[in-house]
Structure formats: structure tokens, C-alpha cells
């Protein structure tokens, strides 16, 4: 069965990308590139559902709720 999860790709100090899947709090991966960083999301992401059901916790069905949030600085 395919499960799909969003991530969320950022630029990181090192000039490489950070990867955060929000349904899965803790599954945190990076890569040199945008490439290598979301294929390793796809191991991460593999790596904590096979932990949680290993475990015998739900694996995550929805995506969390996102918004924008606009201050004056």
C-alpha cells in the first residue's frame, strides 16, 4: 500500500536541504542537494513508519493543517 506524506524542503547553513515531514513528528533528514535530500525522506520516512508499526502505533492518515502567518518586524 502507497502512502503519500508531505515534506518540507529547506536551504540549511551548510548550503544543502533540511527535510521535515509534518505527519511524522521526529522524521528529519538533509542532503547535499534537493535530489539526495528527498531520497533521503523517502528512507526516513520508511525507517519511522516501519518503526511505528513495529511498535503497533497508528501510522498517520491526515496531513496536519498548515497556514501563513504575517508579522511586521
Not at 525507517?47 to 511505528?52: A, N, P, R, S, W
Amino acid at each position: 500500500m502507497a502512502k503519500r506524506f508531505r515534506v518540507i524542503l529547506e536551504c540549511n547553513e551548510l548550503g544543502g536541504y533540511t527535510v521535515t515531514v509534518p505527519a511524522l513528528p521526529g522524521c528529519v533528514t538533509q542532503g547535499a542537494t534537493r535530489e539526495e535530500a528527498l531520497e533521503r525522506a523517502r528512507e526516513a520516512i520508511l525507517c519511522h513508519v516501519e518503526g511505528l508499526a513495529a511498535d503497533g502505533l497508528p501510522i498517520p492518515e491526515g496531513e496536519p493543517e498548515e497556514a501563513v502567518v504575517e508579522v511586521s518586524v
